[in-house]
C-alpha cells in the first residue's frame, strides 16, 4: 500500500470527525440547546455541560480497558469504525430535537451518546498513528491531521451557515418555525462524518488480528496497565508532567465545549453570528498552531507551552469582564491562536519525555491523563455558573485550572535535545 496515501488517509480522519465537535458541541447545537430547547439559558447550559461530563468520565473509565482489548487483539479499524457509526447515528436523531422542553431529556442521551462514540473513537485512531508513520515523520503527520482537523470543521461550520443557517427564506423547504435549519446541521454533520471516513476506511492498513479472545485481552490488558503506572513512580518528571498535562487539558477541553453557550447566553449572538464566530475562532487557532510549530522547535515544547498558557490566562481573565461584544471578539480570537500551540506543544514535551522503549505505554498514559478527569471541568463550569446565575463566573473556574496546570509544569526538567536528535541533560 502507498505509505503517504495511507498517512494521507489517516489525516483525514481528523478533517471528517472534526465537524461533530465544532459544530454540535460547541458552536451550533449547544447554543441551540441553551437557547431554545431548555426551560431557560442558564439552566440550560448546567446540564449541557454536566452531560459532556458525564460522557467524558464515562470514556475515561472504558477507554483503558476497551485500548488494551484492541491491543491485544491486533486491530483498530473496527474500532474505530464502531464508535464512529455510533457517534454518527446519534448525531442525526438529533434532527428531532425540537424546541421544546419537554424533549430534554432525550436530547440530552443523544449528545452523551454521540460525544461518547466520538471521543472513544479517537483512542483506537491516535494508536494507529506509529504503524502509519515512520518515526522519523510522525510529529508531522500528527500536525498534519491537526491542521486538518481544523479546517475541516472550519469548512463544515461554514457550509452549515451558508446552506442552512443563513439562508431567508431557508433552502429545502425548511421551516424556520420549528428551528429546522438548525436541526438539520446535525443531519449534516452526520452525513459529512460518514463520508470522509471512507477513505480512512478503505486506504489506511491495520494490523493483523492476533486471535486473542476478548476476556484473555482484558486481562493481559488490566496486567499492562498495573505494568504501566509501576513504571511511571520510577519517572518523576513524566508523572508530574501528566498530572500537569491532565489539569490544563481539562480547562482546554471545557473552552472549547462551552464557547458557544458563552457567545449566546452571555452576549446574546445569535446561530448566524455564533457560525462567523465558529469560524473565525477556527482560522485563529489553526493560523497559531502553524505559526508556533516554529516556535517549538527554537525554544522547546516546555517554553512554548508556557507561554500559551500564560497568555490565556491573561486574556481569559479580559473577557471575564469584557462587557462589550467588540471587545469579547477581539479577546476570543486573541485566545484562540494560543490554543492549538498548547495542543501541539504538550504531545512534543510527551515525546521528549517518554523514556526509551516506553514510548507506547507512555503515550497510552498520556492520552488517559487527557480523559481522566475530564468530566470535572464542564461540571465546575456548570455548577458555578448555576450557583451564581451567570457564565462569567463560570468562565474564571477554566482560568482555575489553568493556572494549576501552569503551576505544576514550571518544574518539569524538559531533556535537551543534542544534535544527533538524542536527549541530553535535563534543563
Known amino acids: ?50 452531560t459532556i461530563s458525564v460522557s467524558m468520565a464515562a470514556v475515561a473509565l472504558s477507554g483503558p480497558l476497551l485500548g488494551a482489548i484492541a ?12 464508535f464512529s457509526l455510533v457517534c454518527i447515528a446519534a448525531t442525526a436523531l438529533l434532527w428531532f430535537a425540537v424546541p421544546q422542553s419537554s424533549i430534554v431529556i432525550v436530547v440530552l442521551a443523544l449528545v452523551a451518546i454521540a460525544n461518547y462514540g466520538f471521543e472513544t473513537s479517537i483512542i483506537f485512531y491516535n ?40 439562508p431567508d427564506p431557508p433552502l429545502f423547504g425548511l421551516d424556520r418555525a420549528e428551528a429546522e435549519p438548525v436541526r438539520a446541521t446535525a443531519l449534516f454533520v452526520a452525513g459529512w462524518y460518514l463520508i470522509f471516513l471512507i477513505p480512512f476506511l478503505v486506504l489506511v492498513p491495520d494490523r493483523a488480528a492476533t486471535g486473542i479472545g476478548a476476556s484473555a485481552a482484558a486481562r493481559q490488558g488490566i496486567k499492562t496497565l498495573v505494568s504501566t503506572v509501576r513504571h511511571l513512580r520510577r519517572y518523576r518528571q513524566v508523572g508530574l508532567y501528566l498530572l500537569a498535562h491532565m489539569i490544563y487539558t481539562d480547562g482546554l477541553n471545557t473552552l472549547f465545549g462551552i464557547g458557544g453557550i458563552y457567545a449566546a447566553v452571555t452576549f446574546g449572538m445569535g446561530f448566524n453570528e455564533i457560525l462567523v464566530f465558529g469560524i473565525a475562532l477556527n482560522v485563529a487557532a489553526g493560523a497559531g498552531a502553524f505559526a508556533f510549530g516554529w516556535v517549538d522547535d527554537w525554544i522547546g515544547p516546555k517554553r512554548t507551552l508556557i507561554i500559551a498558557l500564560a497568555a490565556m490566562i491573561a486574556i481569559g481573565a479580559g473577557l471575564i469582564v469584557a462587557a462589550d461584544v467588540t471587545w469579547f471578539w477581539v479577546l476570543a480570537l486573541a485566545l484562540s491562536l494560543f490554543f492549538g500551540p498548547a495542543q501541539s506543544a504538550s504531545r512534543t514535551l510527551m515525546a521528549r519525555l517518554a523514556p526509551p522503549k516506553l514510548e507506547a505505554e507512555m503515550f497510552g498514559l498520556y492520552a488517559l491523563s487527557g480523559k481522566a478527569t475530564a468530566f470535572l471541568g464542564p461540571a465546575l463550569f456548570g455548577w458555578v455558573t448555576q450557583l451564581a446565575g451567570n457564565q462569567r463566573a463560570g468562565l474564571a473556574t477554566i482560568l482555575v485550572l489553568f493556572i494549576a496546570g501552569l503551576g505544576l509544569l514550571v518544574p518539569v526538567r524538559e531533556p535537551v535535545i543534542g544534535a544527533n536528535g538524542g536527549s541530553g541533560a535535563s534543563a
Open 1 to 50: 500500500m502507498n505509505p503517504a496515501r495511507a498517512q494521507f488517509a489517516w489525516c483525514s480522519l481528523d478533517w471528517a470527525n472534526s465537524a461533530f465537535p465544532t459544530v454540535i458541541i460547541t458552536f451550533v447545537f449547544a447554543a441551540y440547546f441553551a437557547k431554545a430547547v431548555a426551560a431557560d439559558a442558564i439552566a440550560g447550559t448546567a446540564v449541557w455541560s454536566y
Open 71 to 82: 491491543d491485544a487483539g491486533g486491530r483498530r479499524k473496527p474500532w474505530v469504525l464502531g
Open 127 to 166: 494508536a494507529m498513528l506509529p504503524d502509519v508513520a515512520p518515526p522519523e515523520r510522525i510529529g508531522r503527520i500528527s500536525g498534519w491531521g491537526w491542521a486538518l482537523g481544523y479546517c475541516g470543521g472550519l469548512v463544515c461550520l461554514a457550509l452549515c451557515l451558508v446552506l442552512l443557517v443563513q
